[in-house]
């Protein structure tokens, strides 16, 4: 048996096997939100239409709310919890290539790093694309074409994180994409 400290700090015994509630469900509603939209943006719908715009605007918001969820959320949401120092990064990445990460129960560093990144692009790519509804913008092609090249960085950064949460997946012996829909992950380390 060991102890975890639960939300609003008691202390609470945790026999092997159990699971804690990590991610909730604003954080699950955003992820999979942003997963469909971007599904639907990059292969389904046409470039410029009205649907097109909608996504993209819904996203947009999404991130929104999820920078203002990440200041007033539950403990995992939180920036304060997961933004990593450059020195965890270092030494995150360093135990990584050796095979020796350790676990976490919210995001690793470089799990941060990539949510920060995409949450990003997720806003550029959304402002770029409201650029081109402009009258001062339509149809200037750099606007058009850093538009693009945004939302291929989303496809490449999506699928670095798809392949980093299956090796993750695998590695710690817990299945992460279920905990995105459950959200709930193992409790013991």
């Known amino acids: 048996m060991s102890i975890l400290t639960g939300e609003g700090g008691a202390i609470q015994p945790l026999h092997k096997g159990e699971t804690v509630r990590v991610w909730d469900p604003a954080v699950r509603l955003f992820h999979w939100a942003v997963v469909t939209g971007c599904v639907l943006n990059l292969f389904i719908l046409e470039e410029g239409k ?37 020195s965890a990064v270092l030494a995150y990445g360093s135990a990584l290539v050796r095979g020796r990460e350790p676990r976490f129960v919210g995001h690793n560093p470089l799990g941060a790093l990539m949510m920060l990144a995409l949450m990003l692009l997720l806003a550029l790519t959304a402002g770029s694309g409201f650029m081109m509804t402009l009258d001062a ?53």
Not at 176 to 186: D, F, N, P
């Open 50 to 86: 009205a649907l097109h715009r909608y996504v993209g605007y819904t996203i947009a918001a999404l991130v929104t709310l999820r920078i203002v969820w990440g200041f007033v959320g539950t403990r995992h949401a939180r920036f304060a919890d997961f933004v990593p120092r450059p």
């Open 137 to 189: 913008f339509w149809g200037v092609k750099w606007v058009k074409e850093l538009h693009a090249v945004l939302a291929n960085a989303i496809l490449v950064l999506a699928g670095v994180h798809a392949f980093a949460a299956i090796v993750e997946s695998v590695r710690h012996r817990e299945n992460l994409v279920l905990a995105m829909v459950t959200g709930r992950k193992r409790a013991d380390a």
